[in-house]
């Protein structure tokens, strides 16, 4: 999509348990021909969970809210992918929605919304929010959550400075840039039937700003913190890591890893070694395919060797992730451990010397 991005980081831990679904991508502008506006979306699972992230781009204007409505309604209908096994995405356990949606203030002149800002006066401008308009005759819409809007609309600014927009066309400042959630609706009890308990999954916003120090832009970036609570419906990884005997810069190294009973390896999975901090599964400093270099292959154990004769001596800490190809995500991971340098093995090493976890 032209100028749209999404990217998810995660800390280490909690790679095992996430699982990219899927990645789509919704073009809605020139009749759905062109990437200018529309949306992007990643479908995880967390810990069991279905989790959709979406950032989109809607149509712009005051008199383009219909647009931007059916803008809406489309992204949302394109997300649903049956095809691939994944519930409905009004079925997922949360849906995280942002990006520039161009929602605007109606009614009120320009002089009238500059002087509510200058006074900090937010409430009279949220009754003519176009999309807290619609949220009230919208069901589906108002499904989605935002917190208050405490911070000063965040369009549009003369580019490197603080003041709304000098320039001729003089456009009145609005809430374009929303952060919205929504959590899986909850079935409604029935006294005639017995259902077991509903896992726990909660979500709790911590903040929401914007942050008016940016200014190479003519919108104001804002961003959402938030407390996300559950009960993990798995808690074990699908594999389980462990670097073997000492690890040094002299020999190969040796590892060992035991898979669950319901994962499906591939010959084309791979087991990496990475530095602590990676960015990305493509940042490895060298990597084995789990048939090659095999030493032991069984029901409970298998092991094969990472040769290191590459890496740089460095007394940074690494670690080992195994990279499912089926799944196309991370499904074990090693805890830290260091790579001791070739000076080392001079030294009179104890017997049965463990990893430096």
Known sequence: MQGLLLLVFAKHQHLPFIQILSTNTTPTGLFGYWGNKGGVNICMKLYGYYVSIINCHLPPHMGNNDQRLEHFDRILEMQNLEKLDIPNILDHDLI????????????????????????????????????????????????????????????????????????EKKRKPAWTDRILWRLKRQPKDDPCTTRLPVPYFSLSLKSYVSHMMYSISDHKPVTGTFDLELKPLVSVPLITLIPEGLWTMENDMLVSYSLTAEFL???WDWIGLYKMGLRHINDYVSYVWVRDNQVLSSDRLNQVYINVSDI??????????????????????????????????????????????
């Open 312 to 357: 740089p001596e460095t007394e940074d800490q690494f670690l080992l992730c195994y990279y499912s190809n089926n799944l196309r995500s991370v499904v074990g991971i090693s805890k830290p451990f260091k790579i001791q340098p070739r000076i080392f093995m001079g030294e009179d090493l104890p017997g049965k010397i463990q990893p430096q976890i």
């Open 96 to 167: 995280l929605w942002f990006g520039d949606m161009n929602f605007r203030i109606e009614d009120f002149g320009l002089h009238f919304v500059q002087e509510a800002i200058k006074k900090q006066c937010y409430g009279d401008l949220w009754e003519k929010d176009q999309l807290r308009i619609a949220k009230r005759f919208d069901p589906l819409l108002r499904e989605f959550q935002e917190g208050p809007l405490l911070f000063p609309p965040t369009y549009k600014f003369d580019k490197n400075s603080n003041n709304y927009d000098t320039s």
């Open 265 to 267: 390896s591939s010959p």
